[in-house]
């Protein structure tokens, strides 16, 4: 079923890549971004991609008011202000946070933000009525504008209420990946520590998109 999805940081590559894909599909999407001409302008590019007006853009709290599900990918030091930003606007709807807490400098480190984990910390900041769900932050941007490019990339979900979940598993499907119910909130602290061990092989083995696979299923 066809949703409206606002992708939150959708200017970036991970989020470009994510709406692309979700508008290729069928879904309406709302790129949001702190600039909104430079939402448009993502927007428009999708939009000449796929060859259908699927995606438009706007400053991030529109975009998440207008939306069905708000996804966040943005860098972890504009997390908690762009979470305060739209709060109000995610009362109530599934939020899927892409975000991973890498520190500049050290990014094959895997660090733990004070909260346990971005995902955790955006559960406490958007309150018990938002449905976090955490995804996708092992999906590497390089191939996801690629439309007929596989992503060789299994999805970890982490959540604390199974319809959201499952819904994140179908939307990650729509966009062409296979993904898990990978069990509670509180193991998001998983995906997104495995973001600096695959940084950390790209480098080592001088390529742009490891990733991981779920075997014996």
């Known amino acids: 079923m066809a949703t409206t999805i606002a992708v939150l940081g959708g200017t970036g590559p991970e989020g470009g890549g994510l709406a692309l894909r ?5 879904h309406t999407v709302i790129i949001g971004s702190r600039d909104p ?18 995606a438009r853009g706007a400053e991030n709290p529109v975009a998440a008011a207008e939306a069905e599900v708000v996804a966040l990918t943005v860098p972890y030091a504009a997390h ?23 520190v500049p400098g050290k990014v ?33 941007a ?3 504008q690629e439309l007929g490019h596989a992503v060789d ?18 939307l990650a499907r729509d966009a062409g990946m296979v993904a898990f119910d990978a069990g509670p909130l509180a193991n998001s602290v998983v995906p997104e520590g495995l973001t600096s061990v695959l940084i950390g092989l790209n480098i080592r083995h001088k ?11």
């Open 22 to 26: 979700w508008a290729h599909a069928g």
């Open 37 to 54: 001409a430079r939402a448009q302008a993502a927007a428009e590019a999708i939009n000449a991609k796929i060859g259908a007006e699927r």
């Open 80 to 102: 908690a202000a762009t979470i305060e930003s739209v709060r109000a606007a995610c009362q109530g709807k599934i939020f899927i946070d892409v975000t991973v807490p890498l």
């Open 108 to 140: 094959t480190r895997v660090a733990l933000p004070p909260g346990g984990s971005a995902s955790l910390e955006a559960q406490a900041l958007l309150g018990p009525e938002v449905r976090v769900v955490t995804a996708f932050q092992n999906i590497s």
């Open 142 to 144: 390089e191939h996801l």
């Open 153 to 170: 990339c299994d999805v970890l979900v982490c959540g604390d209420d199974k319809a959201s979940k499952t819904l994140v598993i179908e």
């Open 207 to 217: 390529v742009k998109s490891s990733g991981i696979k779920i075997t014996g299923i």
